[in-house]
């Protein structure tokens, strides 16, 4: 949210939000489509990345950027401005409001790729010491 918020600021609220085709963001069409947005997304995040989940988490300082990279690569079907946005918010795609948002976008994927790595390392961690216990 910080880093949304400080794109926001400086990069893109100059962006006329209605001369850029986008839609109402408290409308009908978005309240409707929002939410089952983002359950596609977080299914197809899943399905890519959990087959390497293995392969990432032995990477390890590694492992967050290549999680990071593959999701910015995915992001041109489910994220930045790619389908998912389209279909829920523009009418049509703005490659200058796309390069606006991607200085905020591979923040963002680079820091979730670390911090998701964590807490997966957190978790076998964790499972590691309950099954020694046992």
Do not use: C
Not at 18 to 29: M, N, V
Not at 65 to 79: A, K, N, R
Not at 117 to 126: F, H, K, N, T, V
């Amino acid at each position: 949210m910080v880093i949304g918020a400080l794109a926001f600021q400086f990069l893109t609220h100059r962006y006329d939000e209605t001369a850029l085709g986008l839609q109402d963001i408290h409308g009908e069409h978005v309240m409707h489509w929002f939410f089952l947005a983002q359950i596609v997304r977080g299914i197809l995040h899943g399905l890519v990345l959990f087959p390497l989940r293995r392969a990432l988490l032995d990477m390890k300082r590694w492992g967050g950027l290549v999680v990071g990279s593959i999701l910015f690569m995915v992001g041109s079907i489910i994220g930045i401005n790619g389908a998912i946005e389209s279909w829920v918010y523009t009418t049509r795609f703005n490659s200058d409001l796309f390069l606006a948002h991607l200085p905020e976008v591979v923040t963002q994927t680079i820091l979730f790729g670390y911090l998701l790595l964590a807490w997966e390392r957190r978790i076998e961690m964790r499972l590691g010491v309950e099954e020694d216990a046992a």
